[in-house]
């Protein structure tokens, strides 16, 4: 069974929540960074999330390239010039306190994007493109999928 949590996007169709799988967690050695991977099932790209200052809100800081099995396997991998450990989909959600519902931050994805594009090594970024922030959970009828699936 894929976890799943509920990202909400907004784009030219409005408003809504995708439902999209957990891969794993990415933490430091130490444990005080630890990001959240999630793949956006629509363009297939996983993306490392931090959990915002802001409630509700996950930043994206950068693209992951690595096989699903690397978190499972509990690999560790060099990023930033840091050793960094992986973990499976159980442990992300644990960092999640499971809520379920969150807004993925479209300045920072989108950052997370053009850099990626641009052809740079996995890395973390800094939000630099400006968009509005949306920071309250909207309320929107889950449609039939949404239920039970975290």
């Given at each position: 069974m894929t976890a799943t949590i509920f990202l909400y996007v907004h784009d030219?169709?409005?408003?809504?929540?995708?439902?999209?799988p957990v891969i794993g967690?990415?933490?430091d050695i130490v444990g005080t960074r630890k990001l959240v991977?999630?793949?956006?099932?629509?363009s297939n790209i996983d993306y490392m999330y931090k959990i915002s200052s802001i409630p509700n809100n996950l930043d994206a800081l950068s693209v992951s390239r690595l096989p699903d099995h690397d978190f499972t396997d509990r690999k560790r991998i060099m990023l930033d010039g840091?050793?960094?450990k992986l973990a499976p989909a159980p442990e992300a959600l644990k960092l999640l306190n499971g809520q379920t519902h969150w807004i993925q931050d479209k300045g920072s994805m989108?950052?997370?994007?053009?850099?990626?594009a641009a052809g740079g090594p996995?890395?973390?970024i800094t939000r630099t493109v400006d968009r509005p922030r949306i920071t309250e959970l909207p309320e929107i009828e889950p449609d039939d999928s949404q239920e039970n699936v975290l």
């Open positions: 030219d169709r409005g408003g809504r929540f995708v439902p999209s967690m990415i933490s991977v999630v793949r956006d099932p629509a840091d050793t960094h989108l950052s997370v994007l053009v850099h990626s996995m890395r973390f």
